[in-house]
């Protein structure tokens, strides 16, 4: 059964961090791109950071660079997004996706592109 997990997820105060993870299962994450969405109550989803397949290129939301930082271990077929300096507006369900691509450069498309989904974590930032 082909999968992705999120963990890491919690309460935070603002200006903590925090790591999520995102497991793959039943395929390898070698051949494909990963973006990290979330959705705030009310809100649409949105892309926060992807990743292309070997790791080599990344990119960030606007309202996030600079404090996010995503990253990859194919060999525990693993991907991760640490955040720092949290602000309440980071509050939301955190979503992991896989696209099968192998494209060198990172491009942070739409979701609709995306293969696969794990189930979200949820992330509050609040004092």
């Known amino acids: 059964q082909l999968q992705l997990v999120e963990s890491g997820g919690g309460l935070v105060q603002p200006g903590g961090s925090l790591r999520l993870s995102c497991a793959a299962s039943?395929?390898?994450?070698?051949?494909?791109?990963i973006g990290w969405f979330r959705q705030a109550p009310g809100k649409e989803r949105e892309g926060v950071s992807c990743?292309?397949?070997?790791?080599?290129?990344?990119n960030y939301a606007d309202s996030v660079k600079g404090r996010f930082t995503i990253s990859r271990d194919n060999a525990k077929n693993m991907v991760y997004l640490q955040m720092n300096s949290l602000k309440p507006e980071d509050t939301a369900v955190y979503y992991c996706?896989?696209?099968?691509?192998?494209?060198?450069?990172?491009?942070?498309?739409?979701?609709?592109?995306?293969?696969?989904w794990g189930q979200g974590t949820q992330v509050t930032i609040s004092s």
């Open positions: 039943g395929f390898t994450l070698d051949y494909y791109a």
């Open positions: 990743i292309s397949s070997r790791g080599g290129s990344s």
């Open positions: 996706a896989a696209r099968r691509t192998t494209a060198a450069q990172a491009m942070c498309v739409s979701g609709r592109l995306y293969n696969y």
